[in-house]
């Protein structure tokens, strides 16, 4: 039951990663604006830190039964700790963090960037079924 839960959340967490390339292909504007947005508020903060959370668990899940054992657990575990990690960091350097990723990142290398993600997503989603 656990494992299977796992495959739909990272079948979810692939399909995101193909979604967000296409925002960054078709609208970089956009994705620029969202990446600002990282650590404005506490809400926005916490929600992403714990949001990231599920995709981690769920390839932590279904690393064993995966085509890429080994890659799943540590990213997983990575992405995990990382969350945690986060947690403690106070948010506004979590902001200034982003809005200066955010300046040096402009549109067209959100573009340029575009079929790496969405790369990641389809091999996320073939590693698992």
């Known amino acids: 039951m656990g494992i299977e839960i ?6 979810c967490f692939g399909l995101f990663f193909i979604v967000v ?4 292909l078709l609208t970089p504007t956009s994705a620029r604006a969202t990446l600002r947005k990282a650590g404005s508020t506490a809400f926005i903060n916490y929600a992403e830190i ?10 932590i899940l279904v690393a064993e039964n995966s085509k890429f054992p080994d890659v ?3 990213f997983g575990w990575f992405m995990l700790l990382t969350s945690f990690i986060l947690y403690f960091v106070p948010r506004k350097l979590h902001y200034q963090f982003s809005n200066k990723c955010a300046d040096i990142l402009l549109p067209i290398y959100f573009q340029l960037i575009s079929p790496f993600a969405l790369l990641i997503g389809l091999l996320i989603i073939y590693s698992v079924y």
């Open 50 to 59: 714990t949001l990231r959370m599920i995709p981690a668990a769920g390839l």
């Open 72 to 74: 799943f657990k540590i």
């Open 21 to 24: 390339s296409g925002i960054m």
């Open 6 to 11: 796992g495959r739909w959340i990272v079948l």
